[in-house]
Nanobody, 116 residues
Framework: QVQLVESGGGLVQTGGSLRLSCRVTISISSINIMGWYRQAPGKQRELVASLTTYARTNYADSVKGRFTISRDNAKNTVLLQMNSLKPEDTAVYYC??????????WGQGTQVTVSS
């Protein structure tokens, strides 16, 4: 059973930074696409950032220049560095991976709250 364990969420003031981590219980090398989504209250879940096995990244327009997705192969971890946080970044953040066989897995979510 593949598990994704997220950490790093919390409460931060506007302009602050947080780094989210997602530890995956399979080898990062078996993953084709890894990403972070978020869902704010009353809103649909949206893509924040994604990273392919070929190191191609994709970011939501609202986070470009502020967020960076990366991976640590040695630790089987997907990271999301979030800088210059804004109140509108407040949401539950979810890690997701899609393997080379097409299977998709999600983490349980971690809350990020940005106070004004």
């Amino acid at each position: 059973q593949v598990q994704l364990v997220e950490s790093g969420g919390g409460l931060v003031q506007t302009g602050g930074s947080l780094r989210l981590s997602c530890r995956v219980t399979i080898s990062i090398s078996s993953i084709n696409i890894m990403g972070w989504y978020r869902q704010a209250p009353g809103k649909q879940r949206e893509l924040v950032a994604s990273l392919t096995t070929y190191a191609r990244t994709n970011y939501a327009d609202s986070v470009k220049g502020r967020f960076t997705i990366s991976r640590d192969n040695a630790k089987n971890t997907v990271l999301l560095q979030m800088n210059s946080l804004k109140p509108e970044d407040t949401a539950v953040y979810y890690c997701t991976v899609t393997t080379g066989t097409g299977r998709n897995y999600w983490g349980q979510g971690t809350q990020v709250t940005v106070s004004s």
